[in-house]
């Protein structure tokens, strides 16, 4: 019995180190990834890109942090996110403002991107 149950486990931890890997590269420039997610990355006062485009739809929004601590907000949207997290939303086309909400220095009044809903 303890063989089983050791067997299982070591099965288990397997497979859960086996779905935490992968490589993000596309959403780090700002391009929408597989289905309609799409990964912000934000950098002391600034977004890595000047826009993110997403197809229409149910959409998760992720957030990293690359430089300081940054929160967003999804102007006409429930989106909001405080630090590094991830929102699912159902957004129709068009073009979305996407401002930080954690005051993060000199910089953060014009801290902002588009999100463009196609």
């Keep these: 019995m303890k063989k089983f149950l050791f067997t299982a486990m070591f099965a288990m931890l397997l497979l859960t180190l086996a779905a935490c890997g992968g490589d993000n590269s596309s959403e780090a ?31 998760t929004i992720s957030l990293k942090n690359e430089e300081g601590y ?13 630090g590094e997290g991830k929102a699912t939303a159902k957004l129709e086309p068009g073009e979305y403002t996407v401002k930080c909400n954690i005051p993060c220095g000199e910089g953060h009044g014009e801290m902002s991107t588009k999100l463009i809903v196609e």
């Design 70 to 82: 940054h929160g967003i907000t999804i102007d006409g949207t429930d989106v909001k996110i405080d």
């Design 29 to 59: 420039k700002g391009e929408a990834s597989s289905g309609n997610e799409v990964e912000l990355v934000a950098k002391n006062w600034e977004f890595a890109e000047e826009s993110y485009t997403v197809p229409a739809g149910d959409v």
